[in-house]
T-cell receptor, first 115, second 114 residues
Framework: AQTVTQSQPEMSVQEAETVTLSCTYD???????LFWYKQPPSRQMILVIR??????QNATENRFSVNFQKAAKSFSLKISDSQLGDTAMYFC????????????FGPGTSLSVIP | GAVVSQHPSRVICKSGTSVKIECRSL??????MFWYRQFPKQSLMLMAT?????????EQGVEKDKFLINHASLTLSTLTVTSAHPEDSSFYIC??????????FGPGTRLLVL
């Protein structure tokens, strides 16, 4: 069975600063996807970034980037130039590379951006 | 991106009554969808996987007779909470998958059972 762990229940960062959220996972699969989802107070799930495990290059999306270490089963999210709108719950998630498989979520990290 | 709607967005009901939650994909068709439950300050926990035209597969610990899923078409799925109790109060989220690792989440339904 796959598991996703986020060891930081809460974090805070000053506006315009950089913050890194940690995530580790456990799987015996070779091919899979990893995601970071953002859940703001509205509770709508928003995809932040996605990584295919077969790709060595770390995914980036504007101010968001990941550090994907496949051997270590680590998948951290770096948010640069933090903005007040980044305040939200962040979930690390795993999905087997089966076309219609389920997503397994980590426990989440509550991020607060301080003005 | 694809749009998924849920109705109602919030519902309050009395203990012992049944509540139906609808989940629609508005601009795409998909055979597989998922229902999640999220308690306050917790993560999303998968309740069941549903494929159009077949019975839903429930996760361990989820009562299939209590949480009825009807995957009526490629764009509509319903979750009925039967004989709801206060402990069923939660945030219910549906998601459709179009394959290839892409999931489209609904906005969620907040259920409060008094």
């Amino acid at each position: 069975a796959q598991t996703v762990t986020q060891s930081q229940p809460e974090m805070s960062v000053q506006e315009a600063e950089t913050v890194t959220l940690s995530c580790t996972y456990d799987t015996s699969e070779s091919n899979y996807y990893l995601f970071w989802y953002k859940q703001p107070p509205s509770r709508q799930m928003i995809l932040v970034i996605r990584q295919e495990a077969y790709k060595q290059q770390n995914a980036t999306e504007n101010r968001f980037s990941v550090n994907f270490q496949k051997a270590a089963k680590s998948f951290s999210l770096k948010i640069s130039d933090s903005q007040l709108g980044d305040t939200a719950m962040y979930f690390c998630a795993f999905m087997k590379q089966n076309a219609y498989d389920k997503v397994i979520f980590g426990p989440g990290t509550s991020l607060s951006v301080i003005p | 991106g694809a749009v998924v709607s849920q109705h109602p967005s919030r519902v309050i009901c009395k203990s012992g009554t049944s509540v139906k939650i609808e989940c629609r994909s508005l601009d795409f068709q998909a055979t597989t969808m998922f229902w999640y439950r999220q308690f306050p300050k917790q993560s999303l926990m998968l309740m069941a996987t549903s494929n159009e035209g077949s019975k839903a597969t429930y996760e361990q610990g989820v009562e299939k007779d209590k949480f009825l899923i009807n995957h009526a078409s490629l764009t509509l799925s319903t979750l009925t909470v039967t004989s709801a109790h206060p402990e069923d109060s939660s945030f219910y989220i549906c998601s459709w998958t179009s394959g290839g690792g892409t999931q489209y989440f609904g906005p969620g339904t907040r259920l409060l059972v008094l």
